[in-house]
C-alpha cells in the first residue's frame, strides 16, 4: 500500500463547491506515479513508462474545501502488459472512504512507446 495526504484547495472544486469529478483522475495519475517513482529504480523508470487505458470511479461521499484526504494505492493484479490498480480515497476527519477507483494500466517501453509484457523485476517493485 502507498499513501500520499491531499488538502482539498480552492482550485480543486466544481460549481457546486465539492471536488471536481475530473480532479479524482487527476489525483489518480498523480499517486500512480509517484508510486512508481518512489519504488521502481531509475534504469527501470528510464525502461518503462505507464499509460492509463480505463478507469471507474466509484463516489460514495463528496469532499470539500480545506478537508485532508488520505489516499491510498496499490496493485490488485497484472496479467500481460496490463495491470488493474487500485486507488483509495479518505476523509481524514471521520476515516470513511469518500471515492474508489479501479484503473486500468499498460506497460510501455519508454522509447518505442510499444506495450510490453510486464517483466517480474516489475511486478516486484510494487510487492516491497
Known sequence: MFEKKIRVQQCDLDELNHVNNVKYVDWVQDIALSHWREKAPKEMQEKWAWVMTKHCIEYRKASFLGNNISVKTYLESSNGAMATRIVEFYNE????????????????????????????????????
Open 93 to 128: 476527519t471521520d476515516k470513511k472512504a469518500s471515492v474508489t477507483s479501479t484503473t486500468s494500466w499498460c506497460l510501455l517501453d519508454a522509447n518505442t512507446f510499444k506495450p510490453k509484457r510486464i517483466p517480474e523485476n516489475v511486478s516486484d517493485v510494487f510487492k516491497k
